[in-house]
């Protein structure tokens, strides 16, 4: 099993930036990608962005040149960098660890989630 433990959320006003921390323990060898996700309010869980084992990254487009995703392997984190946010970026985000070579599906492991609200 892989425990994901997110943090780095709170309250910011548009334009601000936040940083989300994933950290990974259990069984590291089975993750072939870790991404982020999101669910805003009445919306659907949608996938922000991943990075893979062998350092392909995919984003939203919605997030495109905003957020970053990085990775420290020494201590099993991944980062989420985000940067001019908007209230649309509000949501509980949530960090997955997927073993699938095929990512975007919801599979693995998944954090508890952490609270971003983008407002004035």
């Known amino acids: 099993q892989v425990q994901l433990v997110e943090s780095g959320g709170g309250l910011v006003q548009p334009g601000g930036s936040l940083r989300l921390s994933c950290a990974a323990s259990?069984?590291?060898?089975?993750?072939?990608?870790m991404g982020w996700y999101r669910q805003a309010p009445e919306k659907q869980r949608e996938l922000v962005a991943v990075?893979?084992?062998?350092?392909?990254?995919d984003y939203a487009d919605s997030v495109k040149g905003r957020f970053t995703i990085s990775r420290d392997n020494a201590k099993n984190t991944v980062y989420l960098q985000m940067n001019s946010l908007k209230p649309e970026d509000t949501a509980v985000y949530y960090c997955?660890?997927?073993?699938?070579?095929?990512?975007?599906?919801?599979?693995?492991?998944w954090g508890q989630g952490t609270q971003v609200t983008v407002s004035s």
């Open positions: 990075i893979t084992s062998g350092g392909r990254i």
């Open positions: 259990g069984s590291i060898f089975s993750i072939y990608a």
């Open positions: 997955n660890a997927d073993p699938t070579r095929i990512v975007g599906r919801g599979l693995g492991s």
